[in-house]
């Protein structure tokens, strides 16, 4: 007790003196960023307010700009140029030259710059949101969720974590290396070229340039054209906080265009991460063949929705409902295929009807909407060309929400929460992404038929698994061939950043978030050096010095059997063989062996 009281006494006085200086708040400063083009009485809206009628059937490709407007009301908000393949290489050098600088900076540097965003965003939650909401159509509530709780998270791992994991990694150095330190460090790969999706616009910019940033790396991202507006707001943000810590100019870069403007950024940075299509991810691994950079992929997803029978019908419904409809619907990156135990399907769709039927479909900012606008141009006609194949074939719509008092021309841009049963896999609502509203729910009477089902699909991103058995649903998730699987919950993986986050097949390869996501910015070196130089190093045996002896392979055939043989007799035999040989007098072999 004498020994272990001052340890304990020692232990309580540390825990004590960690709690006092977490009481102590960082010195934290504010930045400003200019709002007035993102508020609806700036000068840009006094000027330009009027309702945009994008041309149909037509790609906006050749247009040397790119036009942005509200989704939800189709509400003019202005526009941004297309760069050129010139102007996009003059980016990515200014972000080189940043880079060099940057990857000397300190770590104490880099978190500063993370607070400061963590403090602006907190502090600004509703005018992110409120941007995010006015370009893609998506609600407050759902910006908030799935932009901001998100990106919170993220910046609170990285300061918790971060600088831990690419401090340089110990590794054992085997037995033949014994007398050597190994280890892996990890090293600023350079500019990161990041081509993001419209549907998070805020997160999806935030997500890689904080990776990015904190590892060492400079980055330039391409955002979504069709999210360009609030992209090169949330621009500003960040050159704010990277001005407040000194950091060099251009160390990040938002670009807008189009596909050669992507294009462009490929062919010319160290590392592309990328969030799309599954078309598009393979036409960007085939131009960055070319340089031979290393890609992320992030793609389609058709996520399994996995209901058991033993579960609380009611509660379930409600997630259910939540994981369709996320993101407003028409930003769908959620479960897209319910599979239930016929036992309690027809409870199930019950409720789910229950729910749906309550939901609306509105302009967003309106306030007494569930549901915004749909984002994509002309997305609602794929939507219901996927329903109507499905009734073809024999599905029933069972429930619909609602469409509120929008205006006249812009319906369209909306598209009813839908449920659907007598679903089968033949139907292409349940092949292809839909990415919108709608729940087609399939029965399923044995846990093996339900993975079969849940495996039936070109992609693998996610999955959720719901039982009254914890057991249970862990052993169905673990046999679904995907790279995020939530049980008794959904897409709760992603409030959890320590983990990497990432699909197979069509929907991608490589990691955002976790430890793989933030290694996956660095060079991964490996380093080995003398344990205890120069006192102990390495020195050729004279057997295989060169000109090699007659009895050469002989020694290391026991060398190989004294390190590495399984029966402990037979190593210390071999061992005994490799001094008797390094005591000989060795004569060079002429190109023949002893025993020839």
């Known amino acids: 007790?004498?020994?272990?009281?001052?340890?304990?006494?020692?232990?309580?006085?540390?825990?004590?003196?960690?709690?006092?200086?977490?009481?102590?708040?960082?010195?934290?400063?504010?930045?400003?960023?200019?709002?007035?083009?993102?508020?609806?009485?700036?000068?840009?809206?006094?000027?330009?307010?009027?309702?945009?009628?994008?041309?149909?059937?037509?790609?906006q490709q050749a247009d040397p700009k790119v036009q942005c407007y509200e989704p939800a009301t189709m509400k003019y908000l202005g526009y941004f140029p297309a760069l050129t393949p010139a102007e996009v290489e003059e980016r990515v050098a200014h972000a080189r030259k940043a880079q060099k600088i940057w990857a000397k900076s300190s770590f104490k540097q880099r978190r500063q710059f993370l607070r400061i965003l963590l403090n602006y965003i907190i502090k600004h939650q509703q005018l992110i949101c409120k941007v995010s909401s006015r370009d893609t159509g998506k609600t407050m509530v759902d910006a908030s969720l799935g932009e901001i709780m998100t990106t919170c998270e993220k910046i609170t791992w990285l300061l918790s974590e971060g600088e831990r994991w690419l401090k340089p990694e110990y590794r054992s150095s085997g037995r033949s290396m014994f007398y050597k330190k190994s280890k892996v460090e990890f090293h600023p790969l350079g500019v990161i070229g990041a081509i993001v999706s419209w549907n998070y616009p805020f997160h999806n910019i935030f997500n890689p340039m904080l990776a990015a940033v904190f590892s060492g790396n400079s980055i330039v991202i391409k955002v979504s054209e069709h999210a360009s507006w609030s992209g090169c707001f949330y621009f500003q943000i960040i050159q704010s906080a990277l001005a407040a810590v000194g950091a060099p100019e251009n160390l990040v870069e938002v670009i807008t265009g189009f596909a050669e403007t992507g294009e462009a950024l490929v062919s010319s940075v160290d590392k592309v991460i990328f969030v799309g299509s599954p078309g598009v991810g393979k036409m960007i691994m085939r131009n960055a063949a070319e340089t031979l950079i290393p890609v992320t992929l992030e793609l389609g997803g058709k996520d399994a929705f996995i209901v058991c029978e033993d579960v609380d019908v009611n509660h379930v419904a409600h997630i259910a409902v939540r994981a369709a409809l996320q993101s407003s619907g028409q930003n769908c990156a959620g479960a897209e295929r319910f599979y239930v135990h016929r036992e309690i399907y027809s409870s199930f769709v019950s409720e789910v009807a229950k729910i749906v039927k309550s939901v609306s479909a509105g302009p967003p900012l309106a306030g007494k909407y569930d549901m915004g606008g749909i984002c994509l141009q002309e997305h609602s006609e794929k939507l219901e060309s996927l329903v109507n194949d499905a009734l073809e074939k024999g599905a029933e719509i069972v429930a619909r929400g609602s469409i509120g008092n929008i205006s006249e021309g812009a319906v369209d841009q909306f598209f009813p929460p839908t449920v659907i049963v007598k679903v089968n896999h033949t139907m292409k609502l349940m092949q292809e992404e839909a990415f919108g509203p709608i729940m087609p729910i399939m029965k399923f009477s044995t846990d093996e038929e339900a993975v079969k089902l849940a495996n039936d699909s070109k992609y693998g991103l996610g999955c959720a698994v719901f039982s009254g058995s914890q057991r249970r649903a862990r052993e169905i998730a673990s046999q679904i061939h995907c790279g995020v699987a939530a049980i008794n919950d959904f897409a709760s993986n992603y409030m959890c950043q320590s983990l990497p986050f990432g699909g197979v097949k069509h929907s991608g390869f490589g990691r955002f978030a976790g430890v793989e996501g933030l290694r996956a910015c660095c060079l991964v070196k490996s380093v080995v050096e003398d344990r205890w130089w120069p006192f102990i190093k390495t020195k050729i045996p004279k057997p295989i010095q060169y000109p090699i002896a007659e009895n050469g392979f002989e020694f290391q055939e026991s060398l190989v059997e004294a390190l590495y043989g399984l029966n402990i007799w037979e190593r210390l035999q071999a061992l005994v063989n490799v001094l008797k040989i390094l005591k000989e007098k060795n004569s060079p072999s002429n190109g023949t062996r002893k025993n020839d």
């Open 1 to 59: 007790m004498a020994f272990w009281w001052p340890l304990l006494v020692l232990a309580l006085a540390y825990a004590i003196c960690r709690f006092l200086f977490m009481l102590i708040p960082h010195n934290v400063p504010s930045i400003d960023v200019d709002v007035s083009d993102v508020l609806e009485d700036g000068s840009q809206m006094q000027e330009e307010s009027f309702i945009y009628i994008p041309p149909r059937g037509r790609t």
